[in-house]
């Protein structure tokens, strides 16, 4: 260690022989030394640096002065361009101790000094900690980390002395603080006196209505208080509870108070008024000669001083006292103003200033001449002379004018001022004339330009015998269309195809309608026979008006007067049957009367009598469509105008010949052919006594040709349904009925169809023509059985198979019945 200084003494030493002397003479090795400027001086130069030639060129960085052997100082001492390398003196030599927590090691140069090394441990200052931290043989000496002053004196609390015990630093002679409570004291030293602390329970009134509220027990300067209590006062007329009794008003009557009028404190005041409280404020009175003009309660009588002197007139004074002069008296002026024609509107209104009314004319007016308007002259639209008519100098301006023509041709006009406001003309345009018209249709105009409305043969007709005709198709309205029924009732009734048939009429309206075409409704037979007459085929003998000549048809089901046998079950009644015309008949029921053999018996036996209303005279034949039940050999008595047939006898029995079928019978029992002699036209009778149970008849057919044979007999029986073929069969969907679904829309949709939308629906008549949709779309009127009893048949398209046949009959009506699926169809 001596040997290392004294080298460090001389090294500095000959440093500072250097540094003041700048001399070249320091060592051997200082050769041509200069300094940096190149003056010789090596003042700038350091102690072990070499400082060569090319100093006097003015580069010095790479200058190095030899100070001796290396070193432990971060200097390249030995100039050979490394620090503090090599066999270092003082470097490598055992140093520290291994007491408490130290560990010996040996020196090294670090940084440029030599320290204890090599995983050596050095003292360090002693700590609290029960170990040798300065490595003087003793275990926290000395109070280490001790004497500091620990806690706090806030509030009630004091500070202590931090003490080393055991290693462990401990706070010696403090007083630490308790839980806060309501005494001014900051009893938990935290700066803060009596907070956090809470007191349960309310304080102060006995009740908290009206104004009045609970406190709450809180702790205030040191002290329990009751905090926020609003206790009774006076009470006061201000709408609030003041003495808390839960009563704000305590009697203030705020409906007739004039001081606290509809509530307190408001007073009724009023400038030049008698003011008083009646649920509000009012003005009872106003001082004389002052007036509530405004109607406002606020400001009193406002208006005055003014002697009212009545309803306000022209004559430039406030005569009402309401503040203005003359006002009002224009809205209903005196009449002095001409109001006709250009002077419309003209109304007087006053002139305050001379206190008169006076009209002013603003319309195209003529002159006034001495105060009368002049004439006018103009054909304008005008009434310019005021005096209630306009262009009175064309007389026949706004008369009605045409063209000349008739029905559709006919294009009607007014009479009008021309353009020139001197004349008139007529407006009507030329369009269509005879020689261009449409032809007639049944529409209810007059499409052929003849001066006649649906004129000529519009409707179709089917001819069914005996010279009688029957609509085509179902009636409808004029203007109908296939969607649209029309609405015209009056004029023309329309049978052709593709139209809405007439619906919603009754059974009198009906028969009106076919009136004024000439026609009438059909008869219940007519009807029957153009719907069952059908081209069925060959063997079929179809009445002609040459071998049907008188021919009545008619259903049984339809007396007009019924005999039953008192204190007895026999009796003729309607049933339904197999293969009868229509689905039903009349029987007496088998089993309910025995057989009645002699004349002595007539009155007990049940009678049927048939009105008919013969147009003509002399012989006619009578056809039964009969059959039995149970006895091949049943019979029925037959009688016209109940002449005596001495029914005892054979020859005035219709007997069966064959059980559970149907027969056309014409003859009596002995083979006689019935027959009997109408003498005079008019109503006639035809009475069938029942003479065995079990009998049914089911159709009757009345005819003066010896020839005639009903349709079918000896072949087969008559149509069943209005069928172009096969019309004994149901076919579904042939006809508009409860089957067929007449509309797209999802699910059965029944729909009335315009006529002649079923195309295979209709009866064929040899030679006359095709009848359509008897059988369903509309339910159809025929003449009447008696007064109010009508019948209805062909049903509709909401009825089944048996409804809309042609035999069904069992539907009638009175006078005033309709339904939007009731039509009609006429006969002629």
């Known amino acids: 260690m001596r040997t290392l200084l004294g080298l460090s003494l001389l090294l500095t030493s000959i440093a500072a022989i250097a540094v003041v002397t700048g001399s070249c003479n320091v060592d051997s090795y200082c050769l041509d030394c200069y300094d940096a400027q190149g003056t010789g001086s090596v003042s700038d130069a350091r102690v072990g640096d070499i400082i060569d030639a090319d100093i006097r060129d003015g580069n010095q960085s790479d200058a190095c002065v030899v100070s001796g052997i290396e070193q432990c100082d971060s200097l390249d001492n030995d100039c050979d361009g490394n620090v503090d390398e090599g066999d270092l003196d003082g470097v490598g030599i055992a140093c520290g101790n291994d007491i408490g927590e130290c560990v010996s090691g040996t020196t090294v140069c670090q940084d440029g000094s030599i320290v204890c090394g090599d995983g050596a441990v050095t003292p360090t200052f002693e700590l609290c900690n029960t170990f040798d ?113 839960g009563n704000p008003t305590n009697g203030f009557n705020f409906a007739s108070d004039p001081n606290n009028c509809t509530g307190c404190g408001i007073t009724c005041t009023g400038a030049n008024a008698f003011m008083t409280c009646n649920n509000g404020c009012q003005i009872a009175a106003c001082a004389s000669g002052f007036h509530n003009n405004n109607g406002l309660v606020s400001d009193g009588c406002e208006f005055g001083p003014c002697n009212f002197a009545g309803q306000e007139i022209c004559n430039g004074a406030d005569d009402d006292c309401d503040g203005n002069i003359d006002e009002g008296v224009n809205a209903n002026p005196p009449a002095i103003c001409d109001q006709d024609g250009q002077c419309a ?129 179902e009636a409808s309205r004029p203007d109908s269309t296939a969607v649209a029924q029309g609405f015209k009732v009056n004029g023309a009734v329309c049978s052709q195809a593709g139209r809405l048939p007439w619906t919603n009429v009754t059974q009198p309206q009906a028969e009106a309608a076919c009136a004024r075409i000439g026609a009438r409704l059909c008869e219940e037979d007519e009807w029957q026979l153009a719907c069952e007459t059908d081209n069925i085929g060959a063997g079929v003998q179809l009445p002609a008006a040459a071998s049907s000549n008188g021919l009545v048809v008619f259903e049984a089901e339809n007396p007009s007067f019924r005999q039953n046998v008192a204190g007895s079950q026999a009796s003729w009644v309607e049933v339904i049957v197999t293969g009868a015309s229509g689905g039903n008949a009349m029987m007496v029921p088998d089993g309910t009367q025995s057989n009645t053999t002699n004349q002595s018996n007539l009155t007990g036996s049940p009678r049927m009598t048939y009105t008919i209303n013969f147009t003509q005279t002399g012989t006619h034949f009578l056809w039964v469509r009969m059959a039995t039940l149970g006895d091949a050999a049943d019979s029925v008595w037959f009688a016209f105008d109940d002449v005596d047939y001495n029914i005892n006898a054979t020859n005035a029995r219709i007997e069966t010949t064959t059980d559970n079928a149907w027969l056309w019978m014409n003859t009596f029992s002995n083979g006689t052919v019935i027959s009997f002699n109408v003498a005079a036209v008019g109503n006639h009778t035809l009475s069938f006594y029942n003479r065995e149970d079990g009998v049914i008849i089911d159709h009757i057919e009345v005819t003066k040709s010896a020839t005639y044979v009903p349709l079918n007999q000896g072949t087969s029986e008559q149509c069943e349904w209005s069928y172009a073929t096969d019309c004994r069969v149901y076919q579904p969907n042939t006809c508009n009925g409860e089957d067929f679904d007449g509309a797209p829309a999802p699910g059965d949709q029944d729909v009335m169809l315009a006529t002649g939308a079923m195309a295979a629906c209709f009866a064929e008549w040899e030679g006359g023509g095709d009848a359509f949709d008897l059988s369903g779309n509309i339910k159809e009127w025929t003449a009447e059985r008696s007064a109010g009893v009508n019948p209805l048949r062909g049903g509709s398209f909401n009825n089944s198979k048996v409804g809309i046949s042609c035999g069904f009959d069992f539907l009638t009506a009175n006078d005033s019945f309709f339904l939007p699926n009731i039509g009609f169809r006429c006969c002629r």
Request: net charge negative.
């Open 133 to 245: 931290d300065d490595c003087d043989g003793n275990v926290d000496e000395n109070n280490p980390q001790g004497g500091l002053v620990c806690g706090t004196n806030a509030g009630e609390c004091q500070a202590g002395v931090q003490q080393c015990n055991s290693g462990v630093l401990e706070c010696q002679g403090q007083v630490t603080g308790g839980t806060e409570s309501c005494n001014g004291l900051d009893d938990d030293c935290d700066g803060l006196f009596d907070e956090g602390i809470t007191v349960a329970g309310d304080c102060g009134p006995v009740s908290d209505a009206g104004q009045c509220t609970f406190g709450v027990l809180t702790c205030v300067g040191g002290s329990i208080q009751c905090v926020g209590a609003v206790l009774p006062q006076l009470e006061q007329c201000d709408a609030i509870d003041h003495d808390c009794d």
């Open 345 to 473: 509107g003209a109304v007087a209104s006053c002139n305050s200033s001379t206190g008169q009314f006076e009209c002013n004319y603003t319309g195209n007016v003529t002159a006034i001449v001495a105060g009368q308007f002049t004439p006018e002259t103009d054909c304008d639209e005008q009434d310019n002379d005021c005096d209630g008519r306009v262009d009175e100098a064309f007389a026949l301006k706004g008369a009605a004018c045409d063209d000349g023509q008739v029905g559709v041709c006919k294009d009607s006009g007014t009479q009008v001022c021309n353009a020139t406001d001197n004349g008139l003309v007529c407006t009507a345009v030329d369009v269509l004339n005879p020689g261009n018209a449409p032809a007639e249709t049944c529409n209810g105009v007059d499409d052929d330009c003849n001066g006649l409305v649906d004129d000529g043969e519009l409707q179709e007709w089917v001819t069914i015998g005996a010279g009688v005709e029957i609509m085509k198709y």
